[in-house]
Nanobody
Framework: QVQLVESGGGLVQAGGSLRLSCAASGRTFSIYSMGWFRQAPGKEREFVAGIFWSDFRTYYADSVKGRFTISRGTAQNTVYLQLNSLKPEDAAVYYC??????????????????WGQGTQVTVSS
């Protein structure tokens, strides 16, 4: 089992920044990749960014490329998502997820095995 706990969400003005954290615990040695997803009201959960657990290679959705940065802190088994130049359309509940089945950064929610509880990001215009 892997447990994931997100933090760092909040209210920010358009153009502002936030940093989200996802602390992983449990059998973290079994993780191949981690992903950040987001879900706005009435919309499907969508992939935002992902990172390979072992070599830190990253992958981003086109909508956030150049504005968001995913990274991993090795000592704390924590994955971060730095959100810059936020837009009102970035507002959503952000979830981190862990994949322990496939050697890839999946972009679909069903490719991930464990999920955090989510953290709300609100962007005012």
């Amino acid at each position: 089992q892997v447990q994931l706990v997100e933090s760092g969400g909040g209210l920010v003005q358009a153009g502002g920044s936030l940093r989200l954290s996802c602390a992983a615990s449990g059998r973290t040695f079994s993780i191949y990749s981690m992903g950040w997803f987001r879900q706005a009201p009435g919309k499907e959960r969508e992939f935002v960014a992902g990172i390979f657990w072992s070599d830190f290679r990253t992958y981003y959705a086109d909508s956030v490329k150049g504005r968001f940065t995913i990274s991993r802190g090795t000592a704390q088994n924590t994955v971060y998502l730095q959100l810059n130049s936020l837009k009102p359309e970035d507002a959503a509940v952000y979830y981190c997820a862990a994949n322990r089945r496939t050697l890839r950064i999946g972009t679909f929610a069903n490719e991930y095995d464990y999920w955090g509880q989510g953290t709300q990001v609100t962007v005012s215009s």
